[in-house]
Nanobody
Framework: QVQVVESGGGLVQAGESLRLSCKTS????????MGWYRQVPGPGTQRELL?????????HYADSIKGRFTISGDNVKKTLDLQMNSLRPEDTGVYYC?????????WGQGTQVTVTS
């Protein structure tokens, strides 16, 4: 079992920055991919993949956040940060961290990010 905890969300104005942190505990040695997802408010919305880090090295970003968001992590401690710059009102949502072992993904409870115009 793996526990995932996100932190760092908050209320900011457009153009400002936030840094989210994801920490894991439990059987973390087998985690091989971690990622950040976002779920925007509204009926029927799904979690959108923002960025992933595989093996602590390979990084992938969704086109929607390239150039504004960056991820960094510790492949031993299995932590993953999300640095968000130039935030926009449409970035508002709940941000989730996911840690995956083979086919099983573990989610945190999410952290709310609200960006006002």
């Amino acid at each position: 079992q793996v526990q995932v905890v996100e932190s760092g969300g908050g209320l900011v104005q457009a153009g400002e920055s936030l840094r989210l942190s994801c920490k894991t505990s439990g059987d973390i040695s087998r985690i091989y991919i971690m990622g950040w997802y976002r779920q925007v408010p509204g009926p029927g919305t799904q979690r959108e993949l923002l960025a992933t880090m595989t093996g602590g090295v390979n990084i992938h970003y969704a086109d929607s956040i390239k150039g504004r968001f960056t991820i960094s992590g510790d492949n031993v401690k299995k932590t993953l940060d999300l640095q968000m710059n130039s935030l926009r009102p449409e970035d508002t949502g709940v941000y989730y961290c996911n840690a995956r072992i083979i086919a099983v993904g573990y989610w945190g409870q999410g952290t709310q990010v609200t960006v006002t115009s």
